[in-house]
């Protein structure tokens, strides 16, 4: 037993926490005063890829299973909520390390070879936990990215490629929605029939419209026939299928109904939580896009051209990861298929009653 009181300083260890900033520069024999900035940003990016992992595994803990608890949902949005604004402030802290100027890095940068920020396997568990998946990942190095962990690292990262991942969760979530299928009421047959009412009221506007010339018109019907054909996809199995396997739509069929359904008739009181987390996955998502984007043009503006401290293709890499590595494409590619709210198939009374209060499916 001791006497010694818990304090500030011992519970957060902060005698081990601040003493593990060992400046290269320093051991070098020639003290860069910047080079302390470089490491504190980068301890602090790792604390909050550590804490997003926290908050995203008790996620994939609530939807792992056959049945999702309605009551665990305001939990997910609030973690959801957590982990945006986690992502706002490593967007934001980007802004910090800009106060360093291309020459003070300079100073440093070659005795950082050949580390690199591509080898953070907490950022990497991120992603795979998302659901990234590895065939659409930019190639590092014309290498597969676990080739540059340390071994530990590796075996652990590689272990998360193969968990189901918080997308795989959320497609088995979706393809178990009620609601879409009932005695009275088919919501893919009546979605259909307002979508077909939608398009031959547009086509007819633009027939009518003399304001249109010719050309103009040609147009305008030219991308109702493209309109036409991606509502095609979504209700013609074997079509929708072709888009999966053309790698334009990774979601399944079903899920994408349930996914928009909730889209559609979000206004509806069991409905409001899940709609708030499809928009969450929509704004993870950009959000780590903003991230990438401020990330490179960072590199751009500190080297250059040059390649990066651990052999890549620099600022080059990055917009590439910018432009590709997205995991919730699929939801956000729901407005394509948000029809007005007048022209939405109305609900029969014993539906809206179920959509008013809790609901536990099957019982």
Avoid at 120 to 127: G, K, T
């Amino acid at each position: 037993m001791t006497d010694k009181k818990l304090s500030y300083g011992s519970y957060l260890q902060l005698d081990r926490l601040l003493d593990s900033q060992t400046l290269k520069s320093t051991e070098s024999g020639n003290p860069v005063h910047d080079e302390m900035l470089f490491i504190i940003i980068h301890q602090a990016y790792e604390l909050w890829f550590k804490q997003i992992l926290h908050e995203l595994d008790s996620v994939l803990d609530m939807f792992n299973g056959n049945y999702v608890q309605e009551e665990n949902l305001g939990t997910v949005v609030t973690r959801f909520d957590r982990i945006i604004e986690i992502q706002k402030l490593l967007v934001n802290q980007i802004g910090i390390l800009e106060t360093m100027t291309p020459m003070d890095f300079l100073e440093f940068r070659d005795l950082l070879t050949p580390s690199s920020g591509f080898q953070s396997a907490q950022f990497r568990l991120i992603e795979n936990k998302l659901g990234m998946q590895a065939e659409n990942r930019i190639q590092y190095g014309k290498k597969r990215y676990e080739k540059f962990l340390d071994k530990v690292d590796s075996k652990t990262v590689l272990k998360s490629e193969h968990d189901d991942s918080l997308f795989d969760l959320l497609e088995k979530w979706l393809e178990r929605t009620p609601f879409l299928q009932m005695e009275d009421f088919n919501f893919w047959a009546s979605y259909q029939k307002a979508v077909e009412e939608m398009i031959k009221s547009d086509i007819n506007k633009i027939h009518t419209n003399t304001q249109f010339d010719a050309e103009t018109q040609k147009n305008s019907l030219k991308q109702y026939e493209r309109i036409q054909q991606t509502y095609d996809a979504l209700f013609d199995e074997n079509k929708y299928a072709q888009l999966q396997k053309e790698g334009h739509r990774r979601l399944s069929q079903k899920a994408t109904l349930g996914a928009l359904f909730i889209q559609l008739y979000r206004d509806e009181p069991i409905l409001q939580l899940p709609h708030s987390l499809l928009t969450q996955l929509i704004n993870i998502d950009h959000l780590f896009t903003s991230w990438r984007n401020r990330h490179h043009l960072l590199v751009f503006r500190m080297i250059g051209i040059k390649i990066g401290t651990g052999g890549s293709t620099g600022h080059a890499y990055l917009k590439k990861t910018a432009e590709k590595h997205s995991v919730f494409d699929d939801f956000a590619n729901l407005s394509t298929y948000i029809i007005p709210r007048s022209s939405l198939p109305e609900l029969p009374a014993e539906l809206k009653k179920e959509l008013g209060f809790y609901f536990t499916h099957g019982k």
